[in-house]
């Protein structure tokens, strides 16, 4: 698979089309969080697509370079076990998922230290883009980010966003094992594209909002 601009642009529009489908289709405030998560993905993407085409090095480049990482370290961590919880209806499963949740703010804080005190550069490796940063035992970060993100999703007791977490899930392995060394751009990437299966939680429904 090659990615390029196109790619990022067209898995920024598809996962927005996703997203706003779910949006409307929201009957209960509790599902909103997770319904706007492809349009979060959405985002994320543009701003990589437009990191396809802007100079490097350069200051837009390192601009839209720590706006991705932001998604990355920061945002999913956290948002994703959150959305994950609101929407769940079993009690004992949300028990799980606050540990999750807490844990996935952990991961998010010492990420973004080393964002803040690290420096960053950005290139291209083959057909992906590469974002450099030295982070300390990044392996033993890994575990607990997927744990609290997709482990979230593995637990929830509905059917498609389980379906995301194993999906995702195995993204992951795929491209830590074929494209190692920009494995961030390129998880992010399928977990993007992924994201759209979050719809199908909502499908069916008829749509409270009207476009």
Same mark, same amino acid.
């Given at each position: 698979?090659?990615?390029?601009a196109?790619a990022?642009?067209i898995?920024s529009g598809?996962?927005?089309?996703?997203?706003?489908a779910?949006?409307?289709r929201?009957?209960?405030?509790?599902?909103?969080?997770l319904?706007? @998560?492809?349009?979060l993905?959405?985002?994320?993407?543009?701003?990589?697509?437009?990191?396809w085409?802007?100079?490097?090095?350069?200051?837009?480049?390192?601009? &839209?370079?720590y706006?991705?990482?932001v998604?990355?370290?920061? &945002?999913?961590?956290?948002?994703?076990?959150?959305a994950v919880?609101?929407?769940?209806t079993? @009690?004992?499963?949300?028990?799980?998922?606050?540990?999750?949740?807490a844990?996935?703010?952990l991961?998010?804080?010492?990420?973004?230290v080393?964002?803040?005190?690290?420096? &960053?550069?950005?290139? @291209?490796c083959?057909?992906?883009?590469?974002?450099?940063?030295?982070?300390?035992?990044?392996?033993?970060?890994?575990?607990?980010y997927?744990?609290a993100t997709c482990?979230?999703?593995?637990?929830s007791s509905?059917?498609?966003?389980?379906?995301?977490?194993?999906?995702?899930?195995?993204?992951?392995?795929a491209?830590?094992?074929?494209y190692s060394?920009?494995?961030?751009?390129?998880w992010?990437?399928f977990?993007?594209?992924?994201?759209?299966i979050?719809?199908?939680?909502?499908?069916?429904?008829?749509?409270?909002?009207?476009?």
């Amino acid at each position: 698979m090659c990615f390029s601009a196109p790619a990022s642009f067209i898995a920024s529009g598809v996962t927005a089309v996703a997203g706003i489908a779910a949006v409307v289709r929201v009957k209960k405030k509790n599902e909103l969080p997770l319904a706007i @998560t492809p349009l979060l993905f959405s985002i994320q993407q543009l701003v990589e697509g437009f990191q396809w085409l802007s100079a490097k090095p350069s200051t837009i480049s390192l601009v &839209l370079g720590y706006i991705f990482l932001v998604f990355a370290f920061t &945002l999913w961590p956290i948002y994703i076990p959150f959305a994950v919880y609101k929407a769940e209806t079993d @009690t004992k499963r949300k028990d799980v998922m606050k540990y999750l949740l807490a844990m996935g703010i952990l991961v998010s804080i010492s990420l973004i230290v080393f964002l803040i005190i690290t420096p &960053l550069s950005i290139g @291209t490796c083959a057909t992906s883009i590469k974002y450099d940063i030295n982070i300390i035992y990044p392996t033993w970060r890994i575990i607990p980010y997927v744990i609290a993100t997709c482990g979230s999703c593995l637990l929830s007791s509905h059917k498609y966003v389980k379906i995301f977490g194993v999906a995702t899930l195995i993204s992951l392995f795929a491209s830590w094992g074929f494209y190692s060394d920009t494995f961030g751009s390129v998880w992010c990437y399928f977990s993007a594209a992924l994201s759209a299966i979050i719809y199908m939680h909502f499908h069916g429904r008829k749509p409270t909002i009207k476009l």
